[in-house]
């Protein structure tokens, strides 16, 4: 059999798309011939990922799932709605998040997990999943959570099966307290974190890049005033502490009850659930977010199609 090098490898896996070990297969079935292995992978269905690897996938599903004092959050993105609601990429989705929640919450491990009775690794299975549906697909991120004691509690908003919808949301609470209201109180946060959507945990954690731009932009609105620039100090950290009631999730007004902030919400729960709770982390993932949509032109792709220029 002849030895197959990594360069090689590497080659065919950027020439069609396929997963590693398929393309490693591949050229060993083929004893190192590149264009006889991409043949045997088109064969097998497997290098179909790389024709559609160009189309932008920005529907899909977010997954959660839990397990013990753990949880997770995935994005699976494919091209269409219509492929969210399919059942092989539900049943793919939820079982990525369940491999996650006992992951490291790194991307790059996730993906060269082990896919459970598949003998290969989790995006070999999306790619055979692309050639078996004919989407393009793509596992884009995940979140990990956990605490040494307490609950990860999640919620799903739009929910299109249990533990699968359009944003999901994890949320960790740490206490030695009732676990059954633990995971009450942190579903209703999480509720809140979907609705509200706080950019960081606590003052400590805003972006320093984000304050200085917006601090920077409320210097300009404050010196259009007019006022001396000992009044625009005051004004400008007053505004900087209503960013903050804006962004920092513990800050922010609890939209369950609207007038108590977060913060004190969880404080109080000490009492409710039989010990002192601490709030150490929350995931929210939307769909597609970030992600830059195409805008189709449907007149010019009509045209297109029937070989003709669109009229104005």
């Excluded at 991409?38 to 959660?64: H, N, Q």
């Excluded at 942190?186 to 606590?202: E, F, N, S, T």
């Amino acid at each position: 059999m002849a030895e197959i090098s990594a360069a090689l490898v590497k080659e065919l896996r950027e020439k069609t798309g396929a997963g590693m070990m398929d393309c490693k297969k591949a050229l060993g079935e083929t004893a190192g011939n590149l264009e006889d292995a991409v043949d045997w992978l088109r064969k097998k269905g497997l290098a179909a990922a790389a024709k559609k690897s160009g189309r932008i996938a920005a529907e899909g599903l977010v997954a959660v799932a839990t397990a013990g004092t753990a949880g997770a959050v995935v994005e699976v993105n494919a091209e269409t709605d219509f492929v969210a609601r399919n059942d092989k990429f539900q049943a793919f989705a939820a079982r990525v998040a369940e491999l996650a929640v006992a992951g490291t919450g790194e991307l790059e491990v996730l993906k060269q997990t082990a896919y459970p009775g598949t003998g290969h690794a989790v995006q070999e299975e999306l790619a055979s999943l692309i050639g078996t549906v004919g989407e393009n697909m793509n596992l884009r991120r995940v979140a990990r959570l956990s605490v040494p004691a307490g609950v990860v509690a999640t919620y799903v908003h739009q929910a299109t099966a249990p533990g699968l919808g359009k944003i999901g949301v994890l949320v960790a609470l740490e206490s030695t307290g009732d676990q059954g209201k633990l995971m009450e109180l942190g579903k209703q946060i999480a509720m809140h974190v979907a609705a509200a959507r706080p950019d960081a945990l606590d003052i400590a954690d805003v972006s320093t890049a984000n304050l200085d731009r917006e601090r920077a932009v409320l210097i300009e609105q404050a010196r259009a005033s007019g006022k001396p620039e000992s009044i625009i100090e005051k004004m400008v950290e007053g505004r900087v502490r209503k960013y903050y009631e804006e962004v920092v999730l513990l800050e922010q007004t609890y939209v369950i009850d609207g007038e108590t902030k977060v913060r004190k919400v969880v404080e109080a729960a000490a009492k409710d659930v039989g010990a002192p709770v601490k709030l150490t982390g929350f995931a929210r993932f939307a769909l597609g977010e970030g992600i830059e949509k195409a805008q189709a032109d449907f007149a010019a792709e009509v045209a297109a199609a029937a070989g003709t220029q669109p009229t104005a």
